[in-house]
């Protein structure tokens, strides 16, 4: 590897993160204003495709040819039964990283939390913007903020290194949600370096934006009481929907178990009958 090479590997996650800056203000500058519409949403959404399709070519076509390294992350679906566990899991990952955050910030700083209260136009104006958030959002800024940044380096050490950068710079990303972001992105991180497949972190992201989503309905809709504090945004859920993400969450690591041994029963099952 020349010294070139070498010294833009060591640069990918600050190039990865400006990357990532750029087009994620690029995409959100169709709902800048006040009062975002269906228009300026359909923008966004066309806006994010587009940097998404540039994205995959870089990372899967351009990076592999510099960094020889970035070819043990292949892009793979998961079977859906593996996709429907890490949906079950995100309820309540998001539940713990908000009381992670708020015991963190507590430690530093007096946190005044309030009931939270949904009006029918901020519930609208919130499912406008969840469809970018649970069906875009995760794949755009997994591929910039993951993908990119942690795919040149070979070393799982070196790897670890770059998802702390990354999730350094993914929290400045979110300015006021800096403690909540930067947990997230650890997380995220984590969870593709161990899988070696970046889709697994982008399903645990839109899980975590649809959780959040479906929060905003069960808060609208009187079920239950939660708080919320704005600097940092923090939301706590009552105690109904811990013992519900407690339940998905278990039934979600019983579904990955139970897809991660199927494989080797088959093989041993084919390997009888012949």
């Known amino acids: 590897m020349s010294k070139t090479t070498c010294l833009l590997k060591s640069l990918m996650p600050i190039l990865s993160a400006v990357y990532g800056f750029v087009v994620i203000y690029v995409t959100a500058l169709p709902v800048s204003g006040d009062n975002p519409t269906f ?18 070519f870089l990372v899967y076509r351009v990076e592999p040819k510099v ?67 649970v069906l875009l959002a995760p794949i755009l800024e997994e591929l910039c903020f993951r993908q990119m940044a942690i795919s040149p380096f070979r070393r799982r050490g070196a790897q670890i290194v770059a998802c702390v950068v990354m999730a350094i710079l993914f929290g400045i990303l979110h300015v006021r949600n800096f403690p909540g972001a930067f947990i997230s992105a650890m997380f995220y991180g984590f969870a593709f370096i161990w899988s070696r497949n970046i889709l697994y972190s982008v399903t645990l992201h839109a899980g975590s934006n649809l959780a959040a989503t479906l929060l905003a309905v069960y808060c609208w809709l009187g079920l239950g009481e939660m708080q919320m504090t704005r600097t940092p945004v923090i939301i706590l859920p009552d105690m109904k929907v811990i013992i519900v993400s407690l339940f998905l969450a278990l039934a979600g690591v019983l579904l990955l178990k139970k897809k991660r041994q199927q494989p080797i029963y088959e093989n041993k099952k084919q390997t009888q009958s012949q």
């Not at 359909?42 to 994205?55: K, P």
């Not at 292949?74 to 708020?102: D, H, R, T």
């Open 67 to 133: 960094f020889p390294a970035a070819g043990q992350f292949p892009l793979k679906l998961p079977k859906i039964g593996v996709i429907v566990g890490l949906l079950m899991i995100a309820p309540l990952w998001l539940v713990v990283e908000e009381y992670i955050v708020y015991g963190v910030t507590s430690l530093v700083s007096t946190i005044q939390l309030k009931p939270l209260t949904y009006t029918t136009a901020e519930l609208q104006e919130d499912l406008l913007s969840s469809v970018h958030a």
């Open 39 to 56: 228009v300026g949403e359909f923008l966004t959404w066309l806006i994010t495709i587009a940097a998404i399709a540039l994205t995959l």
